[in-house]
T-cell receptor, first 115, second 112 residues
Framework: DGGITQSPKYLFRKEGQNVTLSCEQN?????MYWYRQDPGQGLRLIYY???????QKGDIAEGYSVSREKKESFPLTVTSAQKNPTAFYLC??????????????FGPGTRLTVL | AQSVTQPDIHITVSEGASLELRCNYS??????LFWYVQSPGQGLQLLLK??????LVQGIKGFEAEFKRSQSSFNLRKPSVHWSDAAEYFC??????????FGAGTILRVKS
């Protein structure tokens, strides 16, 4: 089955540690996205990538980093510089990020808790 | 800058009753509008989208939405709610750079 996988589903880390969230898609989509979701705030865009080896900052990129070395993979690193990293993180992809009407498909999310 | 407002944080309806979730947007050009649904602890699923043409859009699971340019609204409706519709619903507008801007969401509870 085609889709987006995110692992792990739950992640616990100590304050000050970097942590990397995995996102893999087998939909052959060009564009991939990372969102952060906090209660009552909807989804906010962290980073997005329209093509391999290229990515752009979203609205809340500070304290995060990404890479896009392969079409199917878009890992997100939450660094120690992120002041409030505890949140639900969602990865999405779309067939072509240049066309706004293309649906974004979402993964099941990773809940990160920093202790 | 574009923005989306969902005025209702929570809505409770009885099973079988009709439903309307409100969405107001702010965007200078012709908006591309979306409604997504999220079950607890899950990702989002697209219900429907509007780009142009007929202002009444049909989606999956029996949902529909009506685009009203004069009111800057894109309200989601369903004639008869089922218990399985309990979830959080997000309205979104595609803005600058083809990025989605989401509202804060409306949590729907269904009473049996």
């Amino acid at each position: 089955d085609g889709g987006i996988t995110q692992s792990p589903k739950y992640l616990f880390r100590k304050e000050g540690q970097n942590v990397t969230l995995s996102c893999e898609q087998n939909l052959n989509h060009d564009a991939m996205y990372w969102y952060r979701q906090d209660p009552g705030q909807g989804l906010r865009l962290i980073y997005y990538s329209q093509i391999v080896n290229d990515f752009q900052k979203g609205d809340i990129a500070e304290g995060y980093s990404v890479s896009r070395e392969k079409k199917e993979s878009f890992p997100l690193t939450v660094t120690s510089a992120q002041k409030n990293p505890t949140a639900f993180y969602l990865c999405a992809s779309s067939i072509d990020g240049r066309e706004v009407f293309n649906e974004q498909f979402f993964g099941p999310g990773t809940r990160l808790t920093v202790l | 800058a574009q923005s989306v407002t969902q005025p209702d944080i929570h809505i409770t309806v009885s099973e079988g009753a009709s439903l309307e979730l409100r969405c107001n947007y702010s965007y200078g050009a012709t908006p591309y509008l979306f409604w997504y649904v999220q079950s607890p602890g899950q990702g989002l699923q697209l219900l429907l989208k509007y780009f142009s043409g007929d202002t009444l859009v049909q989606g999956i699971k029996g949902f529909e939405a009506e685009f009203k340019r004069s009111q800057s609204s894109f309200n989601l409706r369903k004639p008869s709610v089922h218990w399985s519709d309990a979830a959080e619903y997000f309205c979104a507008v595609a803005g600058w750079g083809n990025k989605l801007v989401f509202g804060a969401g409306t949590i729907l509870r269904v009473k049996s």
